[in-house]
């Protein structure tokens, strides 16, 4: 479903407006994204697991991830960082797979306050007025917060909209 020179030339168009930490953190995240991703898999998921990156994978992980969050703040509790990490890139890859879109990151200074400042998201591949952004670390927030089953994947919703618009106003 995704074109990858689609996806590289949003990213270049990403890259234009980004910072230098910005590029260097997307940069490291994206080079190291498979290994982190085969660690986090060995060192935090059963045998057995799905490990495919498709939605039925998100149903799969959410008992996992609520089973290891009782709440939001053990989201970011020191002992599941590696943890947390993996499941962010997992999540982000499985959308990647589901919808058109590429990774991104912004750096606003550790003094801005947004949601999506230092917070690696996912972006639909449409033009910049259609574009759309998922952040999986927030929808790990939404998921602990909700407890509902299904939540993970509803989190296509928004991307996949993004691109109907686009194609409806002919982009």
Known sequence: MNDPGRTEAYM????ASMTGPACAFLDQWLATMDTALEEWRRAHLPAGFPFD???DSLDALEPLLLSRYPDRAAIDAAPNADFTSGAVRYI???LLR???ARWGYEDRGAENT???NRVPV???NTPAAFMEAVA???TLHVLVRDRGRGTLRQFTGPLLDAHEAAELAGD
Do not use: I
């Open 122 to 124: 996912v972006r639909s």
């Open 114 to 116: 947004h949601p999506y």
């Open 53 to 55: 990156f498709g939605l």
């Open 12 to 15: 270049a168009e990403d890259r």
């Open 136 to 138: 999986p670390y927030l």
């Open 92 to 94: 982000g890859e499985a």
């Open 98 to 100: 589901a919808v058109p």
